[in-house]
């Protein structure tokens, strides 16, 4: 196993350092000085299916922060690192906007046959699509083939390209909405035909503030999906406008919110926001979906007990049709001290968080802030 780290496009002097699956360091390498090339660490030996490692951190305070890419791979002769600028540029002038004339995409260079794909690529007008045909992954029969689309912004949050996937006969695939947010979109088709043609679909958000700009593209066949877990689902209506629960969150983590709102048959535009509330009733994250759309934020919660509100809102402020919304989550890290272990103890709750409801007047005897303002 190779780990290449590339941190040439900044100013940041990195240190890489890699664990076995035991904790032990089995290298690490360093430049005090920023932009000298691509750091290597290569592994003659590793563990079947076993997890290792990989830290990166600043090897000089003067030189501390900075972006970088982190690439492994199992073959030694796969190329190096490869940055977003030296991806050719692929310049279609309406070419490909739609599935009749999709561009297909080869498998990127350093990757097994239809494993990943990447295109780098921008959308010339207001009016422009790209449409894309890949092949996936081959697997045995009893084996699962998880497809993951990412496209994201290269200059600006404010551009927001998103993505839909199509199946070989043209029909929308049920792919679920992983990202949306920050100039990124992520969606993942948890079940894909093994060694069939697809088709995705990149075009600016309606609700983006940019409609031109330089975009990339990233298709990824694996075998493990990303399981969110529902934490809530419930239906805001014009007499029950708000809904509350409270989230305990038993260690301090990286959380990743998913909140959807059901689409509405009202022609009233209206939408979900839910904020946030730490234990003073201070703000602690913010989240709007319109009718919908499904919308995403990561934020770190310290352990302690949070309160979720649910407000449904109207852009005329007049009457709240009928309008579902459903949470979901996924914790992003791992506890980050060591855990006590009590033998005596009983089984802990190993669970990283656990929302539970309470009664109206639990909720109406607490001071929160006032909630944000929302986008329409």
Same mark, same amino acid.
């Given at each position: 196993?190779?780990?290449?780290?590339?941190?040439?496009?900044?100013?940041?002097?990195?240190?890489?350092?890699?664990?076995?699956?035991?904790?032990?360091?089995?290298?690490?390498?360093? @430049?005090?000085?920023?932009?000298?090339?691509?750091?290597?660490?290569?592994?003659?030996?590793?563990?079947?299916?076993?997890?290792?490692?990989?830290?990166?951190?600043? /090897?000089?305070?003067?030189?501390?922060?900075?972006?970088?890419?982190? %690439?492994?791979?199992?073959?030694?002769?796969?190329?190096?690192?490869?940055?977003?600028?030296?991806?050719?540029?692929?310049?279609?002038? *309406?070419? #490909?906007?739609?599935?009749?004339?999709?561009?297909?995409?080869?498998?990127?260079?350093?990757?097994?046959?239809?494993? *990943?794909?990447?295109?780098?690529?921008?959308?010339?007008?207001?009016?422009?699509?790209?449409?894309?045909?890949?092949?996936?992954?081959?697997?045995?029969?009893?084996? %699962?083939?998880?497809?993951?689309?990412? $496209?994201?912004?290269?200059? @600006?949050?404010?551009?927001?390209?998103?993505?839909? $996937?199509?199946?070989?006969?043209?029909?929308?695939?049920?792919?679920?909405?992983?990202? *949306?947010?920050?100039?990124?979109?992520?969606?993942?088709?948890?079940?894909?035909?093994?060694?069939?043609?697809?088709?995705?679909?990149?075009?600016?958000?309606?609700?983006?503030?940019?409609?031109?700009?330089?975009?990339?593209?990233?298709? #990824?066949?694996?075998? $493990?999906?990303?399981?969110?877990?529902?934490?809530?689902?419930?239906?805001?209506?014009?007499?029950?406008?708000?809904?509350?629960? &409270? =989230?305990?969150?038993?260690?301090?983590?990286?959380?990743?919110?998913?909140?959807? +709102?059901?689409?509405?048959?009202?022609?009233?535009?209206?939408?979900?926001?839910?904020?946030?509330?730490?234990?003073?009733?201070?703000?602690?994250?913010?989240?709007?979906?319109? /009718?919908?759309?499904?919308?995403?934020?990561?934020?770190?919660?310290?352990?302690?007990?949070?309160?979720?509100?649910?407000?449904?809102?109207?852009?005329?402020?007049?009457? =709240?049709? #009928?309008?579902?919304?459903?949470?979901?989550?996924?914790?992003? &890290?791992?506890?980050? @001290?060591?855990?006590?272990?009590?033998?005596?103890?009983?089984? +802990?709750?190993?669970?990283?968080?656990?929302?539970?409801?309470?009664?109206?007047?639990?909720?109406?005897?607490?001071?929160?802030?006032?909630? %944000?303002?929302?986008?329409?």
């Amino acid at each position: 196993m190779t780990i290449r780290l590339d941190a040439g496009q900044g100013l940041l002097a990195p240190k890489l350092t890699v664990y076995a699956p035991d904790g032990t360091v089995v290298g690490t390498v360093q @430049s005090v000085r920023p932009q000298t090339g691509v750091l290597t660490i290569s592994l003659s030996s590793v563990q079947s299916r076993a997890f290792y490692y990989i830290q990166v951190q600043s /090897a000089n305070p003067g030189f501390g922060i900075g972006a970088y890419q982190v %690439k492994v791979v199992f073959d030694p002769d796969a190329p190096d690192v490869v940055a977003n600028g030296t991806l050719a540029k692929i310049d279609d002038n *309406h070419t #490909d906007d739609t599935i009749k004339d999709a561009g297909v995409l080869p498998t990127a260079d350093g990757y097994s046959a239809n494993s *990943h794909y990447s295109a780098f690529a921008s959308f010339r007008d207001t009016t422009d699509t790209d449409v894309y045909q890949i092949r996936s992954a081959k697997v045995g029969n009893n084996q %699962k083939s998880v497809m993951t689309v990412n $496209v994201r912004s290269l200059k @600006s949050p404010d551009l927001g390209p998103t993505v839909q $996937v199509y199946d070989k006969f043209g029909a929308p695939a049920d792919a679920q909405i992983l990202v *949306h947010g920050g100039g990124s979109y992520t969606v993942q088709l948890d079940d894909a035909d093994s060694n069939a043609d697809y088709y995705v679909k990149v075009a600016s958000d309606d609700e983006s503030v940019l409609k031109v700009g330089d975009y990339q593209l990233d298709v #990824d066949f694996r075998a $493990v999906a990303v399981n969110l877990q529902t934490v809530t689902s419930n239906t805001l209506t014009d007499t029950a406008k708000s809904g509350f629960g &409270t =989230l305990t969150a038993n260690y301090s983590q990286m959380i990743h919110l998913v909140l959807s +709102a059901a689409p509405s048959t009202s022609t009233v535009q209206s939408g979900v926001r839910l904020t946030v509330y730490d234990g003073q009733g201070h703000v602690a994250s913010t989240l709007f979906a319109q /009718a919908g759309q499904t919308i995403t934020v990561d934020t770190y919660l310290l352990a302690g007990v949070y309160t979720l509100r649910f407000d449904g809102l109207t852009r005329s402020r007049g009457p =709240l049709p #009928d309008l579902a919304y459903t949470l979901q989550a996924v914790t992003l &890290t791992d506890p980050i @001290s060591p855990q006590p272990a009590d033998p005596n103890a009983p089984p +802990a709750d190993d669970s990283s968080y656990v929302y539970t409801t309470y009664g109206d007047s639990y909720y109406a005897a607490k001071v929160f802030d006032l909630a %944000k303002d929302v986008v329409w």
